[in-house]
């Protein structure tokens, strides 16, 4: 096991109701004037937002509102909510809504407390020394942000998404309940579980020995995943169901089941590149790229995958051929993904075979290589980007 | 999913020569003079207490020693304790051992901050409104304390042990380094094991339906502990089956995979009576008491017993007899504690069957009920004692 050190100081609130007490954590956490962020229509038109409000004012928090993050959100209303946050004086971020919301909070946090250009982190120009407060009233379960310190901006100039990863934008709160997510449609919630699964799979294929405990608890997570995801795709209204999604999004992703093994986040990094280009969700990129990084690095690490493919996807050991178990595992995988609605290849994405050499570009590998368990180089991963354009449909 | 709050701001600083850094995360928790709390002479005698504080030292930090903590930890030395923080103006309590140094110090933290006998914190009278800050070099992978908002104090005079639990103890940092649990004799690790398994036990074994994540997440720890404990009795240095064991040591009981559900702690609550009276080590009573207790309620929870036997005792399911395969999986429970050297009945433990009616007197239940899966009374909790002293030697 490798050296490390994990700190995810988040207080988690969890269950029905929840986000009715909003404003007290908001005062516990030391908010008197919030920046109030959000997506789409949505979150006013079920009423959430009203809550939300009601909650504040019951504690006399003041609240400046800031709608519109879109997904794979942009950096332009960042930095509109950088200039509200330094002229308004807001001390505390509170995000309503999913990933892309809180990940355009945490990026707020940190501009609002950096004289420079707050793509200075992203860029890797900078590090940040501090950042405001934030706290999140989650309405998917997908991302994780509402336990992690890390932030995925989209620069929209030049179609670059990148992330920034810190301690200092760990959510101060986090308000999950399951109930909020019972509106999102199947493709939505689809999306969601495929993020949660990555998220464990760039954790669990890793190049590090001898991690039971880890791959164990990353293990639970996909069984979780595989069980709940059809149920909650058959009957949207099934708060276990949602429930076990949405704690099991939060594990996923604040580390705890990923510390002390060398993580790979090559799956990510080539997902990044289509949902910046084509605008299409990152959970559906990663259920086309994934399983086709899987099939290509499989043959240098056989024995990692069957046992992927035994303790999780339900595969009989082939002792004799072990790669042959370890294929099905992969398979299983995207027959899964298929089976709950998501792509499977560059089509079905809308992706373009012949925009791979832009992506390779825009990845910016050059002569290096990205990659954990396998390292990749440039070619490889534009290898990787052809077997998904090329798999065929399930 | 019942709905809960979940909140473990623990840093956790894990692997080799860790314990080094001990002085840098004691300023930045705020620390300039502490209470440098231990147990046995082995800390000194291994060359621990010395780096510990030469890394102190390094770091301009004050300390005031004050050693002798034993197991199962005694209310007198938490009164001295509290004497020296008040007296010498101490900011944070360093424990170096484990969970009865650090239960100590958390007690001590609880005492130094309140005007009236810490003992109300644990016979419920009052509720802990502050307390000093903890940090923790852990010695023993076991209690989880090095991660919880719990801890465990027999009072002296009158044999009783009892627990406080409160987000205010949760230390600030705890340092795990595996080499230090190098030179545990088989039996503590063994006792430790069993421990960190028990903890899972209280919370797998529930009335709550449908909650996947966690169950998921509990077997992991329960595989985890079942393949790394006979590793390390075989090869008491095997970093990585040591390093796995403290991270799950950690996970079982800083509630991660607790959350949402009914817990049971009935177990723990038998076994207290126990150690008070033997001083027996608390896992090896666990290893008594728990298969006990399973046996005693297997029959009202038979599907759940099954679900323990197939998923993490790797029997296979009677479909048809259900009870069969439940009961398989305790047997193979107790096989397993005793191949680890753990007692699995009163002979083995040194505990009399006579005084049974006293522990049952002790636990103070009365005409009430204690328990989460299945409610115990005064009379079922004696049933369970006579199991445990009537069970066969494996």
């Known amino acids: 096991m490798e050296n490390f050190n994990f700190y995810s100081p988040t207080e988690f609130v969890f269950g029905r109701g929840r986000e009715n007490e909003c404003g007290i954590y908001v005062?516990?956490?030391?908010?008197?004037?919030?920046?109030?962020h959000y997506g789409s229509a949505s979150a006013r038109k079920s009423g959430?937002?009203?809550?939300?409000?009601?909650?504040?004012?019951?504690?006399?928090?003041?609240?400046?509102?800031l709608g519109g993050v879109q997904p794979n959100p942009h950096d332009t209303l960042v930095y509109q909510g950088i200039e509200i946050c330094k002229r308004e004086k807001i001390d505390l971020i509170l995000a309503v809504g999913g990933g892309s919301t809180i990940d355009s909070s945490k990026a707020i946090a940190m501009g609002a407390c950096y004289d420079g250009d707050f793509w200075d982190f992203y860029s890797k120009k900078a590090k940040p020394q501090a950042a405001l407060p934030v706290g999140t009233v989650l309405t998917i379960a997908a991302a994780g942000s509402e336990g992690s310190g890390d932030a995925v901006i989209t620069r929209q100039d030049g179609l670059l998404k990148r992330g920034c990863t810190t301690d200092l934008i760990r959510p101060r709160f986090s308000i999950l309940n399951p109930e909020l997510t019972f509106s999102l449609p199947a493709w939505q919630t689809a999306c969601g579980c495929t993020d949660i699964m990555s998220h464990t799979f760039e954790r669990y294929f890793t190049s590090t020995e001898d991690?039971?405990?880890?791959?164990?608890?990353?293990?639970?997570?996909l069984m979780t995943i595989i069980k709940e995801a059809p149920r909650v795709i058959a009957n949207p209204a099934d708060y276990d169901a949602?429930?076990?999604?949405?704690?099991?999004?939060?594990?996923?992703?604040?580390?705890?089941?990923?510390?002390?093994?060398?993580?790979?986040?090559?799956?990510?990094?080539?997902?990044?590149e289509l949902s910046a280009l084509y605008d299409c969700s990152h959970g559906a990129g990663l259920a086309v790229i994934q399983p086709a990084w899987m099939e290509y690095i499989m043959p240098q690490c056989?024995?990692?995958?069957?046992?992927?493919?035994?303790?999780?996807?339900?595969?009989?050991?082939?002792?004799?051929?072990p790669e042959v178990t370890a294929r099905e595992g992969i398979d299983r995988l995207r027959?899964?993904?298929?089976?709950?609605?998501?792509?499977?290849?560059?089509?079905?994405?809308?992706?373009?075979?012949?925009?791979?050499?832009?992506f390779?570009?825009?990845?910016g590998i050059g002569d290096g290589e990205i990659g954990g368990i396998v390292k990749l180089n440039a070619e490889d991963v534009?290898?990787?980007?052809?077997?998904?354009a090329h798999t065929p449909a399930v």
Not at 242 to 256: E, K, L, S
Not at 303 to 320: H, I, L, P, Q
Not at 335 to 354: D, K
């Open 27 to 36: 005062r516990k956490y030391g908010g008197s004037k919030v920046l109030l």
């Open 48 to 65: 959430l937002l009203d809550r939300v409000i009601a909650s504040l004012q019951a504690e006399g928090v003041e609240y400046v509102e």
């Open 211 to 221: 991690v039971e405990v880890t791959d164990r608890l990353c293990e639970a997570i």
């Open 242 to 272: 949602r429930a076990n999604i949405m704690w099991a999004g939060m594990v996923a992703h604040n580390n705890i089941i990923g510390v002390g093994r060398i993580q790979d986040w090559s799956s990510h990094k080539l997902e990044h």
């Open 302 to 321: 056989v024995m990692r995958f069957a046992r992927f493919a035994t303790r999780v996807m339900g595969c009989k050991m082939d002792f004799e051929h």
């Open 335 to 358: 027959r899964f993904f298929a089976s709950i609605g998501m792509p499977v290849n560059f089509q079905q994405l809308g992706a373009r075979e012949e925009d791979i050499p832009h």
């Open 360 to 363: 390779v570009e825009t990845l």
């Open 382 to 388: 534009a290898n990787i980007y052809r077997i998904a």
